[in-house]
């Protein structure tokens, strides 16, 4: 059931404790990209696993903004700080808590907030009557089986690349800006930082990428996309099932 569109008496005759909360942000994906496509693809996966999952689940409204201080210097980023983060998420959480959702599967879907999840998902499970996971989309998919069952030579997730690129063309694809795509690809750098022997040297995107993307979007189609959402859904929907199984206090 999605929360956000239904009414409170709906709400209230749901005979489930299971609930996703998706998490996303509110940052530059290059200049082809919306700023809302961590979100947006959170969404999509959440919406995709709760349908492959075999019972009844609650989709909570998105949390849009995330640990995104990274990409401060390209315009439109919004951020929160991890401890404002952790604890809007741990408000959100203990509110569905209150209403019976005592289960919840954090579905993430931006690379910036990995760590405060982790963080605050054992925190709440430690100290609250509530079990809560993290779930990071790119985390959980074979990338490699994905691209050869799409017919794809190769697929990396780099930021607003392939991957990105490729969901979004298939679940959003009014908001790909196509005449933007070759260019996003030649300002983009080939991988995330500036590494020396295991070292990240550079704290912000535009000190490696010069229009803020990582990888090549031109690579990563609509088939793609939708291969990679259903990948997605099925882990997601296995997680869902290992946290509904689960004996908690």
Do not use: C, K
């Not at 929360?3 to 290059?30: F, I, K, M, R």
């Not at 054992?122 to 779930?135: D, G, K, M, W």
């Not at 996309?225 to 997601?236: N, P, V």
């Amino acid at each position: 059931m999605d929360l956000g569109s239904n009414t409170w008496t709906d709400a209230a005759a749901v005979g489930t404790d299971l609930a996703l909360l998706p998490v996303g942000s509110t940052e530059q994906h290059g200049p082809h990209a919306p700023l809302s496509t961590d979100t947006l693809l959170a969404e999509a996966v959440a919406a995709a696993g709760a349908d492959a999952y075999d019972g009844e689940v609650v989709v909570a409204p998105t949390l849009p903004y995330g640990v995104s201080e990274e990409h401060r210097r390209f315009a439109g980023t919004l951020w929160l700080s991890p401890d404002a983060f952790r604890a809007a998420v741990r408000d959100v959480v203990g509110s569905l808590r209150h209403h019976g959702f005592r289960r919840v599967v954090l579905v993430n879907g931006h690379g910036g907030n990995v760590d405060a999840l982790a963080e605050v998902a054992a925190a709440i499970t430690r100290e609250e009557s509530a079990y809560v996971v993290p779930f990071t989309w790119f985390r959980s998919v074979d990338f490699e089986a994905v691209a050869a069952d799409a017919g794809a030579e190769s697929v990396d997730m780099g930021h607003a690349g392939a991957a990105e690129t490729a969901l979004l063309r298939a679940t959003h694809p009014d908001l790909v800006r196509e005449e933007r795509v070759e260019d996003a690809r030649d300002g983009a750098a080939d991988r995330w930082g500036e590494w020396v022997a295991g070292v990240n040297l550079a704290y912000d995107t535009d000190e490696f990428s010069e229009n803020g993307a990582v990888g090549d979007p031109t690579t990563g189609d609509a088939a793609l996309g939708e291969a990679l959402l259903a990948a997605a859904g099925e882990a997601l929907a296995a997680v869902l099932s290992a946290v509904a199984d689960r004996e908690i206090g």
